[in-house]
Nanobody, 124 residues
Framework: QVQLVESGGGLVQAGGSLRLSCAAS????????MGWFRQAPGKEREFVAA????????YYPDSVKGRFTISRDNAKNTVYLQMNSLKPEDTAVYYC?????????????????WGQGTQITVSS
C-alpha cells in the first residue's frame, strides 16, 4: 500500500507556472506507475499526465501536451508536475495517483491509490 500527499498548489496568473509535488510513503515507490488527474467543479476527473515506473516514458492528453511535464525521483519517492503557460481552464483540484501496472493507464478507475488533492487556481 502507498500513501500520497500532494503539495505546491495555489493561485497563479494566466501564463504563469507552478510545480506540484507528490510524496509517497513506502519502499516500493518504483513499482508504481504514477499519474496526475484534475477535477474542476461540476466536471469529471480528467487525466493530466502519467509516467512509467522507471520514468523512461510519459503520456499526456492534448490539452496539456507541451505545457505540462511529469517527472519522478524514485530515490525521493516523489513525482512532480511542472505546469507552464497556465490557462484559466487549468483551474481545478489536482490529484496524484498510483497503480502497479506494466503500462500507463489514462482512466482514473485504473488507479488504486490517490492523494487528497491540491487546488490550482489560474486567474485571467
Amino acid at each position: 500500500q502507498v500513501q500520497l500527499v500532494e503539495s505546491g498548489g495555489g493561485l497563479v496568473q494566466a501564463g504563469g507556472s507552478l510545480r506540484l509535488s507528490c510524496a509517497a510513503s513506502g519502499r516500493t515507490f518504483s513499482s508504481y506507475v504514477m499519474g496526475w488527474f484534475r477535477q474542476a467543479p461540476g466536471k469529471e476527473r480528467e487525466f493530466v499526465a502519467a509516467i512509467t515506473r522507471s520514468g523512461g516514458s510519459t503520456y499526456y492528453p492534448d490539452s496539456v501536451k507541451g505545457r505540462f511535464t511529469i517527472s519522478r525521483d524514485n530515490a525521493k519517492n516523489t513525482v512532480y508536475l511542472q505546469m507552464n503557460s497556465l490557462k484559466p481552464e487549468d483551474t481545478a483540484v489536482y490529484y496524484c495517483a498510483a497503480v502497479r501496472s506494466a503500462y500507463i493507464p489514462s482512466t482514473s478507475s485504473r488507479y488504486d491509490y490517490w492523494g487528497q488533492g491540491t487546488q490550482i487556481t489560474v486567474s485571467s
